[in-house]
Protein backbone atom coordinates (compact mmCIF):
# COMPACT_ATOMS: atom_id res chain seq x y z
CA UNK A 1 0.00 0.00 0.00
CA UNK A 2 2.93 2.50 -0.36
CA UNK A 3 2.51 4.20 -3.27
CA UNK A 4 4.52 7.77 -2.30
CA UNK A 5 8.06 7.81 -1.43
CA UNK A 6 7.95 10.94 1.20
CA UNK A 7 10.70 9.61 3.67
CA UNK A 8 9.49 9.76 7.16
CA UNK A 9 8.80 12.68 9.48
CA UNK A 10 11.24 12.88 12.69
CA UNK A 11 8.58 12.17 14.63
CA UNK A 12 7.83 8.90 13.47
CA UNK A 13 9.74 7.02 15.99
CA UNK A 14 10.38 3.33 16.17
CA UNK A 15 7.73 2.71 18.81
CA UNK A 16 5.40 4.48 16.34
CA UNK A 17 7.01 2.34 13.50
CA UNK A 18 6.35 -0.43 15.75
CA UNK A 19 2.67 0.53 16.93
CA UNK A 20 2.02 0.93 13.06
CA UNK A 21 2.93 -2.57 12.10
CA UNK A 22 0.67 -3.61 15.01
CA UNK A 23 -2.22 -1.75 14.02
CA UNK A 24 -1.92 -2.82 10.20
CA UNK A 25 -1.90 -6.54 11.42
CA UNK A 26 -4.64 -6.24 13.72
CA UNK A 27 -7.28 -4.13 11.41
CA UNK A 28 -6.26 -7.20 8.76
CA UNK A 29 -6.99 -10.08 10.36
CA UNK A 30 -9.82 -8.57 13.32
CA UNK A 31 -11.92 -6.26 11.19
CA UNK A 32 -11.48 -5.79 7.70
CA UNK A 33 -13.05 -9.94 6.92
CA UNK A 34 -16.52 -8.09 8.38
CA UNK A 35 -16.69 -5.09 6.23
CA UNK A 36 -18.63 -6.70 3.70
CA UNK A 37 -21.32 -7.71 6.26
CA UNK A 38 -20.89 -4.26 8.11
CA UNK A 39 -21.61 -2.72 5.07
CA UNK A 40 -24.95 -4.54 4.64
CA UNK A 41 -26.30 -4.32 8.31
CA UNK A 42 -25.34 -0.61 8.20
CA UNK A 43 -23.79 -0.96 11.47
CA UNK A 44 -20.03 -2.35 13.09
CA UNK A 45 -20.41 -4.94 15.56
CA UNK A 46 -20.43 -3.67 19.18
CA UNK A 47 -17.31 -6.90 20.05
CA UNK A 48 -15.64 -5.06 17.56
CA UNK A 49 -14.78 -1.77 19.91
CA UNK A 50 -13.56 -4.09 22.48
CA UNK A 51 -11.25 -6.42 20.71
CA UNK A 52 -9.74 -2.85 19.61
CA UNK A 53 -9.83 -1.59 23.23
CA UNK A 54 -7.99 -5.14 23.83
CA UNK A 55 -5.77 -4.56 21.13
CA UNK A 56 -4.68 -1.22 22.91
CA UNK A 57 -5.76 0.91 19.80
CA UNK A 58 -8.34 2.82 21.50
CA UNK A 59 -7.46 6.27 23.07
CA UNK A 60 -3.71 5.26 22.16
CA UNK A 61 -3.15 9.11 23.13
CA UNK A 62 -4.62 9.21 26.76
CA UNK A 63 -1.83 8.98 29.34
CA UNK A 64 -1.24 5.62 31.26
CA UNK A 65 -2.80 6.37 34.55
CA UNK A 66 -6.50 7.30 32.97
CA UNK A 67 -6.20 3.64 31.34
CA UNK A 68 -5.05 4.87 28.01
CA UNK A 69 -1.74 3.83 25.87
CA UNK A 70 0.49 6.93 27.31
CA UNK A 71 0.66 7.97 23.82
CA UNK A 72 0.99 11.66 22.10
CA UNK A 73 -1.29 12.74 19.19
CA UNK A 74 1.66 10.78 16.39
CA UNK A 75 0.38 7.38 18.07
CA UNK A 76 -3.19 8.55 16.94
CA UNK A 77 -2.21 9.75 13.55
CA UNK A 78 -0.33 6.40 12.40
CA UNK A 79 -3.79 4.40 13.79
CA UNK A 80 -5.68 6.61 11.73
CA UNK A 81 -3.42 6.51 8.64
CA UNK A 82 -4.07 2.10 9.04
CA UNK A 83 -7.53 2.42 9.19
CA UNK A 84 -7.92 4.72 6.39
CA UNK A 85 -5.18 2.58 4.20
CA UNK A 86 -7.46 -1.15 5.40
CA UNK A 87 -10.01 0.86 3.50
CA UNK A 88 -12.41 1.10 7.22
CA UNK A 89 -13.66 4.27 6.27
CA UNK A 90 -16.79 4.31 8.50
CA UNK A 91 -15.27 3.54 11.72
CA UNK A 92 -16.09 5.77 14.48
CA UNK A 93 -12.65 5.00 16.37
CA UNK A 94 -10.59 8.55 15.73
CA UNK A 95 -13.78 10.12 16.91
CA UNK A 96 -13.89 8.24 19.86
CA UNK A 97 -10.19 8.42 20.77
CA UNK A 98 -8.59 11.71 19.20
CA UNK A 99 -12.10 14.02 20.04
CA UNK A 100 -14.27 12.46 23.30
CA UNK A 101 -11.28 11.14 25.21
CA UNK A 102 -9.08 14.14 24.64
CA UNK A 103 -12.18 16.84 25.85
CA UNK A 104 -12.07 14.39 29.30
CA UNK A 105 -8.76 14.75 29.45
CA UNK A 106 -8.03 18.29 28.72
CA UNK A 107 -11.77 19.18 30.75
CA UNK A 108 -12.58 17.24 33.55
CA UNK A 109 -11.93 17.16 36.67
CA UNK A 110 -9.76 14.60 38.08
CA UNK A 111 -12.75 12.30 39.04
CA UNK A 112 -14.06 13.03 35.71
CA UNK A 113 -11.23 11.19 34.03
CA UNK A 114 -10.83 8.52 36.68
CA UNK A 115 -14.52 7.67 36.26
CA UNK A 116 -14.72 7.63 31.96
CA UNK A 117 -11.37 7.68 30.48
CA UNK A 118 -10.09 3.82 31.42
CA UNK A 119 -14.02 2.63 30.16
CA UNK A 120 -13.18 4.38 27.11
CA UNK A 121 -9.67 2.72 26.67
CA UNK A 122 -11.19 -0.46 27.03
CA UNK A 123 -14.26 0.27 24.78
CA UNK A 124 -16.47 -0.52 27.79
CA UNK A 125 -17.34 3.43 26.88
CA UNK A 126 -18.27 4.36 23.33
CA UNK A 127 -18.19 8.17 22.39
CA UNK A 128 -19.66 10.52 20.60
CA UNK A 129 -19.68 14.42 20.51
CA UNK A 130 -22.95 15.88 19.44
CA UNK A 131 -22.94 18.82 18.50
CA UNK A 132 -25.13 19.09 15.37
CA UNK A 133 -29.07 19.64 15.29
CA UNK A 134 -31.67 19.46 12.72
CA UNK A 135 -31.77 23.45 12.85
CA UNK A 136 -28.27 24.22 12.93
CA UNK A 137 -24.90 22.90 12.21
CA UNK A 138 -22.26 25.12 10.88
CA UNK A 139 -23.39 27.82 13.23
CA UNK A 140 -22.63 26.37 16.76
CA UNK A 141 -24.16 29.10 18.72
CA UNK A 142 -27.64 28.65 17.59
CA UNK A 143 -28.10 25.46 19.51
CA UNK A 144 -31.22 24.94 20.76
CA UNK A 145 -30.39 22.10 23.30
CA UNK A 146 -30.73 22.96 27.38
CA UNK A 147 -29.62 21.52 30.19
CA UNK A 148 -31.25 23.97 32.71
CA UNK A 149 -30.54 23.90 36.35
CA UNK A 150 -32.77 21.67 38.67
CA UNK A 151 -32.11 20.61 41.98
CA UNK A 152 -28.85 19.49 42.17
CA UNK A 153 -28.05 18.98 38.87
CA UNK A 154 -29.40 19.86 35.63
CA UNK A 155 -32.08 18.73 32.73
CA UNK A 156 -31.33 17.89 29.28
CA UNK A 157 -33.73 18.30 26.48
CA UNK A 158 -33.21 18.62 22.82
CA UNK A 159 -32.14 16.63 19.77
CA UNK A 160 -29.23 15.89 17.54
CA UNK A 161 -28.80 14.71 14.42
CA UNK A 162 -25.90 12.93 12.39
CA UNK A 163 -23.98 12.04 15.25
CA UNK A 164 -21.17 9.41 14.41
CA UNK A 165 -21.41 6.39 16.71
CA UNK A 166 -24.93 7.26 17.46
CA UNK A 167 -26.51 4.09 18.23
CA UNK A 168 -23.44 2.23 20.07
CA UNK A 169 -22.31 5.06 21.78
CA UNK A 170 -23.52 4.89 25.81
CA UNK A 171 -21.18 7.73 26.90
CA UNK A 172 -22.25 11.35 24.88
CA UNK A 173 -20.88 14.47 25.35
CA UNK A 174 -23.86 17.14 24.21
CA UNK A 175 -23.46 20.56 23.28
CA UNK A 176 -26.13 22.65 25.15
CA UNK A 177 -27.28 25.63 26.55
CA UNK A 178 -26.70 25.71 30.22
CA UNK A 179 -27.74 29.95 30.17
CA UNK A 180 -29.88 30.49 26.62
CA UNK A 181 -29.42 34.33 27.36
CA UNK A 182 -25.67 34.41 26.86
CA UNK A 183 -25.14 32.91 23.20
CA UNK A 184 -21.91 31.03 23.19
CA UNK A 185 -20.94 32.30 26.56
CA UNK A 186 -23.82 30.28 27.99
CA UNK A 187 -23.01 26.47 26.10
CA UNK A 188 -21.46 24.09 28.20
CA UNK A 189 -20.35 20.47 27.06
CA UNK A 190 -23.10 17.75 29.48
CA UNK A 191 -21.61 14.57 29.30
CA UNK A 192 -24.40 11.37 29.17
CA UNK A 193 -24.20 8.19 30.37
CA UNK A 194 -26.83 7.03 28.14
CA UNK A 195 -27.22 3.35 29.77
CA UNK A 196 -30.69 3.50 31.46
CA UNK A 197 -30.61 7.42 31.81
CA UNK A 198 -35.09 7.79 31.59
CA UNK A 199 -35.65 10.51 28.48
CA UNK A 200 -32.75 9.66 26.20
CA UNK A 201 -33.97 7.70 23.00
CA UNK A 202 -31.75 6.70 19.91
CA UNK A 203 -33.35 7.66 16.63
CA UNK A 204 -33.05 6.50 13.46
CA UNK A 205 -29.35 5.22 11.62
CA UNK A 206 -29.37 7.46 8.67
CA UNK A 207 -29.46 5.90 5.30
CA UNK A 208 -26.42 8.52 3.51
CA UNK A 209 -24.18 8.13 0.56
CA UNK A 210 -21.56 6.46 1.72
CA UNK A 211 -19.69 5.17 5.32
CA UNK A 212 -21.92 2.51 4.98
CA UNK A 213 -21.46 1.05 8.28
CA UNK A 214 -20.96 4.66 10.08
CA UNK A 215 -24.36 4.21 12.50
CA UNK A 216 -24.49 8.31 12.21
CA UNK A 217 -28.24 8.28 13.83
CA UNK A 218 -30.48 11.10 15.49
CA UNK A 219 -30.49 11.43 19.12
CA UNK A 220 -33.06 12.82 21.06
CA UNK A 221 -32.85 14.09 24.96
CA UNK A 222 -36.29 14.92 26.52
CA UNK A 223 -36.48 15.67 30.37
CA UNK A 224 -32.83 13.80 30.79
CA UNK A 225 -31.69 14.42 34.53
CA UNK A 226 -27.91 15.04 34.72
CA UNK A 227 -26.30 15.10 37.98
CA UNK A 228 -24.30 18.58 38.43
CA UNK A 229 -21.25 16.40 37.73
CA UNK A 230 -21.83 15.46 34.27
CA UNK A 231 -21.36 19.30 33.26
CA UNK A 232 -17.43 18.63 31.82
CA UNK A 233 -15.12 20.69 34.46
CA UNK A 234 -16.69 22.14 36.56
CA UNK A 235 -17.97 25.58 35.58
CA UNK A 236 -20.98 26.36 32.94
CA UNK A 237 -20.62 28.65 29.90
CA UNK A 238 -16.97 27.10 28.88
CA UNK A 239 -18.56 24.97 26.16
CA UNK A 240 -17.94 26.79 23.54
CA UNK A 241 -14.49 27.96 24.41
CA UNK A 242 -13.29 23.93 25.00
CA UNK A 243 -15.11 23.21 21.39
CA UNK A 244 -12.56 25.99 20.10
CA UNK A 245 -9.58 25.09 21.62
CA UNK A 246 -9.76 21.59 20.43
CA UNK A 247 -10.31 22.21 16.91
CA UNK A 248 -6.77 21.67 15.86
CA UNK A 249 -6.79 17.96 16.43
CA UNK A 250 -10.18 17.28 15.65
CA UNK A 251 -9.25 18.68 11.94
CA UNK A 252 -6.11 16.60 11.83
CA UNK A 253 -8.00 13.43 12.70
CA UNK A 254 -9.93 14.28 9.19
CA UNK A 255 -7.08 15.03 7.37
CA UNK A 256 -5.13 11.81 8.55
CA UNK A 257 -8.13 9.73 7.20
CA UNK A 258 -8.24 12.03 3.75
CA UNK A 259 -4.00 11.40 3.03
CA UNK A 260 -4.61 8.03 3.49
CA UNK A 261 -7.43 7.82 1.93
CA UNK A 262 -5.55 9.18 -0.79
CA UNK A 263 -2.59 6.51 -0.45
CA UNK A 264 -5.13 3.98 -0.94
CA UNK A 265 -6.95 5.21 -3.75
CA UNK A 266 -3.31 5.92 -5.50
CA UNK A 267 -2.24 2.05 -4.76
CA UNK A 268 -5.18 0.55 -5.96
CA UNK A 269 -5.33 2.24 -9.02
CA UNK A 270 -1.33 1.75 -9.79
CA UNK A 271 -2.13 -1.99 -9.76
CA UNK A 272 -5.05 -1.84 -11.85
CA UNK A 273 -3.86 0.20 -14.40
CA UNK A 274 -0.87 -2.12 -14.67
CA UNK A 275 -3.67 -5.25 -15.29
CA UNK A 276 -6.14 -4.32 -17.11
CA UNK A 277 -5.70 -4.04 -20.94
CA UNK A 278 -7.23 -2.35 -23.89
CA UNK A 279 -6.07 -1.81 -27.60
CA UNK A 280 -2.95 -4.67 -27.18
CA UNK A 281 -1.61 -2.40 -23.85
CA UNK A 282 -2.25 -2.29 -20.68
CA UNK A 283 -3.59 0.80 -19.36
CA UNK A 284 -0.94 2.03 -17.60
CA UNK A 285 0.93 2.41 -21.29
CA UNK A 286 -1.63 4.89 -22.22
CA UNK A 287 0.36 8.35 -21.48
CA UNK A 288 -3.27 9.69 -20.24
CA UNK A 289 -2.87 7.33 -17.65
CA UNK A 290 0.69 8.35 -16.63
CA UNK A 291 0.08 11.98 -16.91
CA UNK A 292 -2.90 11.60 -14.34
CA UNK A 293 -1.36 9.72 -12.28
CA UNK A 294 1.85 11.44 -12.21
CA UNK A 295 -0.06 14.44 -11.31
CA UNK A 296 -2.11 12.25 -8.85
CA UNK A 297 1.43 11.52 -7.12
CA UNK A 298 2.57 14.98 -7.15
CA UNK A 299 -0.15 16.33 -5.74
CA UNK A 300 -0.07 13.26 -2.83
CA UNK A 301 3.45 13.42 -1.91
CA UNK A 302 3.18 17.27 -1.19
CA UNK A 303 -0.19 16.49 0.90
CA UNK A 304 1.84 14.06 2.67
CA UNK A 305 4.68 16.32 3.50
CA UNK A 306 1.94 19.69 4.34
CA UNK A 307 0.00 16.36 6.65
CA UNK A 308 3.39 15.23 8.98
CA UNK A 309 4.41 18.94 9.10
CA UNK A 310 1.14 19.75 10.62
CA UNK A 311 1.49 16.63 12.80
CA UNK A 312 4.68 17.63 13.64
CA UNK A 313 3.71 20.53 14.62
CA UNK A 314 0.82 19.29 16.96
CA UNK A 315 2.76 17.01 18.81
CA UNK A 316 4.99 19.53 19.27
CA UNK A 317 2.00 21.87 20.84
CA UNK A 318 2.14 24.59 18.25
CA UNK A 319 -0.28 23.64 15.29
CA UNK A 320 -2.58 26.83 15.51
CA UNK A 321 -6.36 26.35 14.17
CA UNK A 322 -5.45 28.46 11.55
CA UNK A 323 -3.35 25.74 9.87
CA UNK A 324 -5.17 22.90 11.15
CA UNK A 325 -7.91 24.41 8.95
CA UNK A 326 -5.88 24.58 5.85
CA UNK A 327 -5.18 20.92 6.47
CA UNK A 328 -8.38 19.64 6.72
CA UNK A 329 -9.70 22.20 3.95
CA UNK A 330 -6.75 21.44 1.41
CA UNK A 331 -6.44 17.80 1.88
CA UNK A 332 -10.07 16.63 2.00
CA UNK A 333 -10.40 18.57 -1.39
CA UNK A 334 -7.63 16.87 -2.79
CA UNK A 335 -8.62 13.79 -1.36
CA UNK A 336 -11.99 13.98 -3.48
CA UNK A 337 -10.04 15.00 -6.56
CA UNK A 338 -7.43 12.45 -6.49
CA UNK A 339 -10.38 9.88 -5.81
CA UNK A 340 -12.15 10.69 -8.68
CA UNK A 341 -9.63 10.90 -10.85
CA UNK A 342 -8.62 7.02 -9.92
CA UNK A 343 -11.82 6.05 -9.85
CA UNK A 344 -12.14 7.43 -14.32
CA UNK A 345 -9.24 4.96 -14.76
CA UNK A 346 -11.17 2.45 -13.51
CA UNK A 347 -13.30 2.69 -16.62
CA UNK A 348 -16.65 0.85 -15.62
CA UNK A 349 -15.33 -1.18 -12.88
CA UNK A 350 -14.92 1.88 -11.17
CA UNK A 351 -18.71 2.39 -10.40
CA UNK A 352 -19.25 -1.03 -9.42
CA UNK A 353 -19.83 -1.43 -5.56
CA UNK A 354 -17.54 -4.77 -5.26
CA UNK A 355 -14.25 -2.50 -6.41
CA UNK A 356 -12.84 -0.51 -3.59
CA UNK A 357 -12.40 2.49 -5.53
CA UNK A 358 -16.09 3.32 -5.84
CA UNK A 359 -16.57 3.00 -2.37
CA UNK A 360 -13.50 5.39 -1.13
CA UNK A 361 -15.49 8.04 -3.83
CA UNK A 362 -18.57 7.45 -2.24
CA UNK A 363 -17.03 7.60 1.56
CA UNK A 364 -14.63 10.43 0.63
CA UNK A 365 -17.55 13.16 0.23
CA UNK A 366 -18.38 13.48 3.65
CA UNK A 367 -15.10 14.86 4.42
CA UNK A 368 -15.29 18.28 2.71
CA UNK A 369 -18.83 18.84 4.64
CA UNK A 370 -18.33 17.38 8.26
CA UNK A 371 -16.02 18.55 11.27
CA UNK A 372 -17.06 21.79 10.00
CA UNK A 373 -17.79 22.32 6.38
CA UNK A 374 -14.69 23.55 3.73
CA UNK A 375 -16.28 26.69 3.40
CA UNK A 376 -16.24 27.30 7.25
CA UNK A 377 -12.38 26.40 7.27
CA UNK A 378 -11.37 29.51 5.06
CA UNK A 379 -13.59 31.64 6.54
CA UNK A 380 -11.50 31.01 9.35
CA UNK A 381 -8.35 31.03 7.54
CA UNK A 382 -9.19 34.31 5.84
CA UNK A 383 -10.03 35.85 9.08
CA UNK A 384 -5.84 35.43 9.23
CA UNK A 385 -5.51 37.69 6.46
C1 LIG B 1 -21.61 11.36 8.06
C2 LIG B 1 -21.68 12.54 8.97
C3 LIG B 1 -21.19 12.42 10.27
C4 LIG B 1 -21.30 13.50 11.17
N1 LIG B 1 -20.89 13.34 12.47
C5 LIG B 1 -21.16 14.32 13.37
C6 LIG B 1 -20.93 14.13 14.77
O1 LIG B 1 -20.43 13.09 15.20
N2 LIG B 1 -21.27 15.11 15.63
C7 LIG B 1 -21.84 16.28 15.19
O2 LIG B 1 -22.14 17.13 16.03
N3 LIG B 1 -22.06 16.51 13.88
C8 LIG B 1 -21.75 15.55 12.96
N4 LIG B 1 -22.01 15.76 11.62
C9 LIG B 1 -22.58 17.02 11.21
C10 LIG B 1 -21.63 17.91 10.44
O3 LIG B 1 -20.60 18.37 11.26
C11 LIG B 1 -22.47 19.05 9.83
O4 LIG B 1 -23.27 18.47 8.81
C12 LIG B 1 -21.64 20.17 9.28
O5 LIG B 1 -20.99 20.89 10.31
C13 LIG B 1 -22.46 21.17 8.45
O6 LIG B 1 -23.62 21.58 9.15
P1 LIG B 1 -25.05 21.51 8.40
O7 LIG B 1 -25.19 20.13 7.86
O8 LIG B 1 -26.06 22.00 9.33
O9 LIG B 1 -24.90 22.48 7.18
P2 LIG B 1 -25.22 24.06 7.19
O10 LIG B 1 -24.56 24.69 8.34
O11 LIG B 1 -26.67 24.22 7.02
O12 LIG B 1 -24.49 24.51 5.86
C14 LIG B 1 -25.06 24.37 4.54
C15 LIG B 1 -24.09 25.00 3.54
O13 LIG B 1 -23.94 26.40 3.84
C16 LIG B 1 -22.58 26.70 4.00
N5 LIG B 1 -22.43 27.76 5.01
C17 LIG B 1 -22.94 27.80 6.25
N6 LIG B 1 -22.56 28.91 6.89
C18 LIG B 1 -21.77 29.60 6.01
C19 LIG B 1 -21.06 30.82 6.07
N7 LIG B 1 -21.07 31.58 7.18
N8 LIG B 1 -20.37 31.22 4.98
C20 LIG B 1 -20.33 30.45 3.87
N9 LIG B 1 -20.99 29.28 3.76
C21 LIG B 1 -21.69 28.85 4.81
C22 LIG B 1 -21.93 25.41 4.45
O14 LIG B 1 -20.53 25.40 4.19
C23 LIG B 1 -22.69 24.41 3.61
O15 LIG B 1 -22.13 24.34 2.32
C24 LIG B 1 -21.86 14.71 10.72
C25 LIG B 1 -22.31 14.84 9.40
C26 LIG B 1 -22.24 13.77 8.54
C27 LIG B 1 -22.79 13.93 7.14
Known amino acids: MEALNVPRPAWMTED ?70 AGLDSIGAPLHSGIVAPYILRYGTEEQKRRWLPRLATGDLIGAIAMTEPGTGSDLQSVRTTARRSGNGYVLNGSKTFITNGQHANLIIVVAKTDPSKGAKGTSLMVVETDD ?68 ALALTIAYVKERRAFGKAIVEFQNTEFVLAECKTEATIAKVFHDHCVGRHIAGELDTVTASMAKYWLTDLQNTIVDRCLQLFGGYGYMDEYPISRLYRDARVFRIYAGTNEMMKLLIARSL
Open 197 to 264: APGFRRGRKLKKLGLDWADTSELFFEDVPLRADQLLGTEEGRGFAQLMSDLPQERLIVANAATGMIER
Open 16 to 85: LTMLEDQARRFLAAELVPHVERWSETGIMDRSAWTRLGEAGLLCAGIPEEYGGAGGHFGHEAVINREIAL
